[in-house]
């Protein structure tokens, strides 16, 4: 009789709970940009950082399989149906619960990694947890709609994250009460909370005033939002002899879009060549952007990269020089700190070429 109550029944589940993990490329030690076009495999077990998942979901929870995709595979495809394909490979494994990466700071593999974990949540009704460095566009984009686990930039972290996003999805999973951002370790939403304090507010908030005079650390159960104050440039002495760049987040692109630049939610931006051109041809540009009625722009490039207007305007001596180049990334769903990234990135090179000031387009 014994025996026979250790005997599963049929089609029971002996491994406790299932758990699917996501990765890219490079947590797979397949290969780092070489190797980011990789189409999705799906690998038994856990793989590379899923190792220390693994141990840290303990008994009872088993990551069972760990898909995998290359960042620019993910990003190239998004509008072409990769997250349905990856979702029908999470799907066959059958799990409680899914886990993304963490990405850290990896910009691709942060907006990959939180598209799957709300793609998993919203989709498959499966609970879901990620992890990223709070600077990351994908942090940006999902804080509000997916638990983060806040990490630093490098996967030096790997040792501090990994047990708060196992512990995180096992409460999920369980149904446990999800506590406060500070108590769980995950990026704030944006939630209040009512709760009942035994002290009264004017005394917290007189103590937090005191503290804050002093310099000691705080804490506050409404924490102001943090902008950034930028600057204006000071305006242009002699425009007569300034030299030009234009940049666009109108999403256009030499035809074919050569660098694969995402038409929303954009991790990268390009550098093409209009040396030579009177105006943007049809025939060499087109748009890739995802949040506008493209045709005309399409159709004539110059709308969006007034290319014409602009050498119309030096050859009547209205500005020196414009540059041989422009710059070009989509803006509908970026985040906010990629976009920031972008400019860190760019501006050094503007200022090498001695550019002087910059028309930006919009869309």
């Known amino acids: ?40 495999e799906v690998r038994k077990g856990a793989v590379g950082p899923g190792t220390a998942l693994q141990k840290e979901l303990g008994d009872g929870y088993e990551i069972v399989a760990t ?6 595979y993910f990003g190239s495809n998004i509008e072409k149906g990769v997250v349905p394909q990856l979702l029908e490979l999470i799907k066959e494994e059958k799990p409680d619960g899914f886990i993304a990466g963490p990405a850290f700071n990896a910009g691709r593999y942060g907006v990959a990694c939180g598209t799957m974990a709300k793609a998993v949540q919203d989709e498959l009704g499966i609970p879901s947890v990620t992890g990223m460095y709070v600077e990351n566009p994908g942090t940006d984009m ?12 490098s996967s030096a972290d790997m040792k501090k994250a990994a047990p708060k996003m196992a512990n995180l999805l096992k409460k999920k999973i369980d149904g446990s009460e999800i506590l406060s951002p500070a108590e769980e370790g995950y990026i704030p939403q944006g939630i209040r909370v009512n709760y009942f304090n035994e002290r009264r507010g004017s005394e917290r908030a007189v103590e937090l005033l005191v503290k804050k005079i002093k310099g000691e650390e705080i804490y506050t159960d409404y924490p102001m939002p943090v902008i950034d104050h930028v600057a204006p440039a000071a305006p242009l002495k002699d425009l007569a002899h300034a030299k030009i760049a234009l940049i666009t987040s109108g999403g256009v692109v030499p035809q074919g879009n050569p660098d694969h630049i995402e038409s929303s939610n954009a991790t990268k931006w390009g550098k093409y060549s209009i040396a030579g051109m009177d105006h943007a041809d049809k025939a060499d540009f087109t748009t890739i952007h995802g949040g506008y009625d493209r045709a005309f722009v399409m159709e004539d490039p110059d709308l969006c990269i007034p290319v014409d207007a602009l050498r119309n305007l030096q050859k009547e001596g209205v500005f020196g020089e414009l540059t041989d180049y422009f710059i070009t990334t989509t803006g509908t769903g970026t985040a906010t700190n990629s976009a920031k990234r972008f400019a860190e990135e760019y501006i050094p090179m503007l200022k090498e070429d001695n550019v002087d000031a910059v028309v930006m387009v919009s869309t």
Do not use: S, W
């Open 1 to 40: 009789m014994c025996k026979n109550l250790l005997i599963a029944k049929e089609g029971e589940n002996t491994m406790g709970k299932r758990i699917v993990h996501y990765i890219n490329q490079f947590f797979a030690g397949i290969g780092g940009e070489e190797k980011a076009d990789i189409a999705p």
């Open 67 to 72: 898909v995998i995709c290359g960042d620019n």
């Open 142 to 153: 999902f804080y509000k709609d997916v638990h983060i686990i806040e990490t630093k930039d």
